[in-house]
């Protein structure tokens, strides 16, 4: 990798690490970047997960004051989601690479269409919001080992999906319900990348290049992402997401 090229990817990393502090679909900007400059996309994917958890912690320690008083609901649902990462990186490792182009694609899209859809799924979360159990009970448990395996696998816009599901399950601030994701995300990544470093062939030019960009953009992100506004954010997701279906698709 020249140093033009880890540039790149230290610069997405930056915006990665903001988005995903404030939002949650970082791995749509490093992903296509890193496939763009020619990393294979399993070993992308696998670097990129790795590269970003320093970007996680940071995110997390940003939102270090609404975390007050989540610890036991931290606790529950860090399992669920230590558990379901474990999961999904064994899948990637485990399935044909062949496969994961193929439904990596789907993922992508998925994940654009999710980032689209956030500002309905706000509403919905908020009208669905009826005396939910101080922890989320049995289905949120279920639907955050879900979103690990998804995360473990592939986690382009995962913080999107446990920001609907811990919104719909907790009665919480959105400030709170975001600090929350972060931590949980921080651990499926965290899980995944321990996982890829012991079994996966992991490019560590492109784990630089995105962690050193994830650490800064997880501050700016928990800091100033709360004015970025919304519509120019999303935006800019979904056609870096739409880029890269082309360049897997057609490259």
Not at 83 to 97: F, K, N, R, V
Not at 107 to 118: D, R
Not at 144 to 157: D, E, H, I, Q, S
Not at 209 to 233: E, M, N, Q, S, T
Request: some cysteine; glycine content about 14%.
């Amino acid at each position: 990798m020249t140093g033009w090229e880890l540039a790149a990817v230290c610069a997405a990393g930056v915006v990665a690490g903001a988005i995903n502090a404030v939002v949650g679909s970082g791995s749509l900007i490093t992903f296509p970047t890193l496939v763009a400059l020619g990393v294979d996309p399993v070993t992308a994917n696998v670097s990129n997960s790795v590269g970003l958890v320093p970007g996680s912690f940071t995110a997390a320690y940003g939102y270090r004051a609404e975390l007050a008083g989540q610890r036991e609901r931290l606790l529950r649902l860090g399992m669920a989601s230590a558990l379901g990462s474990l999961i999904g990186g064994i899948l990637l490792l485990l399935l044909d690479p062949g496969v994961f182009e193929v439904v990596v694609v789907v993922l992508i899209a998925l994940a654009c269409v999710l980032v689209m859809a956030q500002p309905r799924l706000n509403v919905w979360v908020a009208a669905r919001r009826r005396d939910p159990h101080p922890h989320g009970g049995a289905e949120l448990w279920l639907g955050v080992l879900l979103a690990g395996v998804y995360g473990g696998y592939f986690g382009a816009a995962q913080g999107v999906l446990l920001i609907g599901l811990l919104g719909v399950f907790l009665d919480d601030g959105l400030h709170r319900v975001n600090a929350a994701k972060n931590v949980l995300a921080l651990l499926v990544n965290a899980v995944a990348a321990a996982l890829f470093i012991l079994v996966a062939d992991v490019d560590w030019q492109a784990v630089a290049g995105v962690a050193l960009g994830a650490v800064a953009g997880g501050f700016v992100g928990a800091r100033l992402g709360r004015r970025i506004p919304a519509p120019i954010l999303r935006a800019v997701i979904v056609f870096v997401g739409i880029a890269a279906i082309i360049v897997l698709v057609y490259g």
